[in-house]
Every structure is written in structure tokens, then in C-alpha cells.
């Protein structure tokens, strides 16, 4: 299975605040990478697809980069809605994994 | 408007059976993916496997494989989840999606609202 590290595992944050959230697999994946926004009690919300592709309706202060093994999610102004945990997950081959998460509070 | 809707809560005792379902509609529910997600109580999320309803093309995560069964019936455009005896450490919240291909860059684009399923003596 392709292993997907997430760092770091929590982070605090203030409303405006750039963010930026790590991704690593444990072997290559192109960019078959997503991201996901998850609040508590809700399913998650997809953010990003193809490493880099704004899911529609998503804002556009949220973007995604990254090829091979190294990913990031980066949110360029944090807003308030924005508190919540963020998983990426790998679909370049079965089975398909998720990070372990990454839970950004309110500084 | 594509949704896909979950079964209600269940609460179930250990060696019990259970099937959750996934209603899929406002799409062609034979043409997608639709994957299984596991959330454990204060946990990540965990893929447990995914179904093509158009021809019930199967895959499971290993961690998964032999403990529950993915199918799908396309004449009422549902998905199902379930499992031939509970363990108490099936206890989680279980997500469907669908999932989205667009040039084979993918994503689970729309979700279910999550059934809760509790399992205790």
C-alpha cells in the first residue's frame, strides 16, 4: 500500500494567515493526489483533484501543488469557515489511502 | 442535482448483521464509482473499497477484504455496505462518494450525509 504522511498533524492559525499543509508518498503518484476538507459532524468536502485542480465551487484561496511524492495544499488568506481538518489522499493505484489529517485551530 | 443519500443510524450488537445503502440521484448512476470511507470515533478517514455499478466491478482495501461486502443494485440506484457479523470495532461513522474522472485526474466530488453505526453488547 502507498503510505501518505501528513505534516504536521495540527496546527494553530489566525484569520488572514497563510497556510500550507504537507503531503508525502511513500512512492511516486504523478499527481493523482486530492484534498479534502472535513468540519466536525459534516462528511468531507473535496477541494482539490489532479494535485493541482480547483474543485468547482471551491475558493480560490485554496490551491494545491506538488508532482511524484511531495504535495502541499496551501490557503493564501485563512478564513473563518476554514477551521477544520484536511486529508489528502492518493488514487494512483488500489488501495486508495488517506492521509492521517491535518486538524488547522484557531490561534 | 446530484446527491447521494445514506441510510439512517443503526445500532446493532456484536456477531449481528448489517447492510447500510447509498442512494444515488441526479446523475447516471451506472457510469460512476462509488467508493466506501470509514471514520472511526475521533479518527482519520480509512477507504474501505469502491463499486462501478454498471457491471459491479469490485475493489477492497486489504484491511477490509473478507470483513464486509460492496454492491450496488442500478434498477433503485443504490450502493450497500455490509457486513455478516459485527465487532465492536466496526463502531464507526461509514461515508459513501461518488467518484468523479475527469482525463483520469479524479475525486470524490459529491458524498453522503454518513450512517453512524454503533455496535455494543
Known amino acids: 500500500d502507498i503510505q501518505m504522511t501528513q505534516s504536521p498533524s495540527s496546527l494553530s492559525a489566525s484569520v488572514g494567515d497563510r497556510v500550507t499543509i504537507t503531503c508525502r508518498a511513500s512512492q511516486g503518484i504523478t499527481n493523482y493526489l486530492a484534498w479534502f476538507q472535513q468540519k466536525p459532524g459534516k462528511a468531507p468536502k473535496s477541494l482539490i483533484y489532479g494535485a493541482s485542480s480547483l474543485q468547482s465551487g471551491v475558493p480560490s484561496r485554496f490551491s494545491g501543488s506538488g508532482s511524484g511524492t511531495d504535495f502541499t495544499l496551501t490557503i493564501s488568506s485563512l478564513q473563518p469557515e476554514d477551521f477544520a481538518t484536511y486529508y489528502c489522499?492518493?488514487?494512483?493505484?488500489?488501495?486508495?489511502?488517506f492521509g492521517g489529517g491535518t486538524k488547522v485551530e484557531i490561534k | 442535482e446530484v446527491q447521494l443519500v445514506q441510510s439512517g443510524a443503526e445500532v446493532k450488537k456484536p456477531g449481528e448483521s448489517l447492510k447500510i445503502s447509498c442512494k444515488g440521484s441526479?446523475?447516471?448512476?451506472?457510469?460512476?464509482?462509488i467508493g466506501w470511507v470509514r471514520q472511526m470515533p475521533g479518527k482519520g478517514l480509512e477507504w474501505i473499497g469502491i463499486i462501478y455499478p454498471g457491471d459491479s466491478d469490485t475493489r477492497y482495501s486489504p484491511s477490509f477484504q473478507g470483513q464486509v461486502t460492496i454492491s450496488a443494485d442500478k434498477s433503485i440506484t443504490t450502493a450497500y455496505l455490509q457486513w455478516s457479523s459485527l465487532r465492536a470495532s466496526d463502531t464507526a461513522m461509514y461515508y459513501c462518494?461518488?467518484?468523479?474522472?475527469?482525463?483520469?485526474?479524479?475525486?470524490?466530488?459529491?458524498w453522503g450525509q454518513g450512517t453512524l453505526v454503533t455496535v455494543s453488547s
Open positions: 441526479g446523475y447516471s448512476f451506472i457510469s460512476y464509482w
Open positions: 462518494a461518488r467518484r468523479q474522472c475527469t482525463n483520469s485526474l479524479c475525486s470524490f466530488d459529491y
Open positions: 489522499q492518493q488514487y494512483n493505484i488500489y488501495p486508495l489511502t
